[in-house]
């Protein structure tokens, strides 16, 4: 086994550094979430009653995707409570060059 060095340490942390400054935040709706679950819809059914695309919903669900004022109203609506409750954001760290990284609002 080879010793690791002092300068290889000090880099290895310079790196580790840099990593972690390359995190984005994003939102998500832990609300939405609990509230999905709660009431035992499923994703599909969900999707299909609000008019969109399971996968799409899949990505509002998980922050991905930030969803317009009337898709949150619709959502709402479906799941039979408040807007303003369901889309409560939490926001949390993802690495840069995660696939996760970008979030976009629609309608």
Not at 9 to 16: A, C, F, S, Y
Not at 31 to 49: D, E, I, S
Not at 84 to 106: G, I, Y
């Amino acid at each position: 086994m080879t010793p690791i060095t002092k300068a290889q340490l000090e880099t290895e942390d310079v790196n580790h550094s840099a990593n972690r400054g390359a995190e984005k935040e994003r939102c998500i709706y832990p609300n939405l979430k609990l509230r999905v679950y709660t009431t035992g819809m499923r994703q599909n059914r969900l999707a299909k009653l609000v008019g969109i695309d399971e996968a799409y919903l899949s990505r509002i669900i998980n922050g991905v995707r930030v969803p317009g004022k009337q898709m949150r109203l619709q959502i709402a609506q479906v799941l039979g409570c408040d807007a303003e409750w369901l889309f409560e954001q939490a926001r949390v760290q993802v690495p840069a060059n995660s696939a996760l990284e970008n979030t976009t609002e629609v309608g």
